[in-house]
């Protein structure tokens, strides 16, 4: 069993940065889909990035923004968030899928408030 766990969220003024981790308990190297979903109140769990087979794939919304990264030697996946926007306030989740399961971490909270 993978435990996902996110951190790096925060409070960040608009057009501020943030960068979030997303670390494994085990080795990632044979996950082939990783990524980054966000929930805000009362919406629905959206994917906001995600990484597969090397093809990084993005919501629109968010495209020339976020960019999400993988380090396998450090189990470890990235969402570096720039010139972030009220709109993108959420809790984010990472999201692995395995060999053996399909795992999520807790959720880190990002608010961008002035």
């Known amino acids: 069993q993978v435990q996902l766990v996110e951190s790096g969220g925060g409070l960040v003024q608009p057009g501020g940065s943030l960068r979030l981790s997303c670390a494994a308990s085990g080795s990632i190297f044979s996950f082939n889909f990783m990524g980054w979903y966000r929930q805000a109140p009362e919406k629905q769990r959206e994917l906001v990035a995600s990484t597969s087979a090397g093809i990084r794939n993005y919501k629109d919304s968010v495209k020339g923004r976020f960019t999400i990264s993988r380090d396998n030697a450090k189990n470890t996946i990235y969402l570096q968030m720039n010139s972030l926007k009220p709109e993108d306030a959420a809790v984010y989740y990472c999201?692995?899928?395995?060999?053996?399961?399909?795992?999520w971490g807790q959720g880190t909270q990002v608010t961008v408030s002035s």
């Open positions: 999201r692995g899928i395995g060999p053996r399961g399909n795992y």
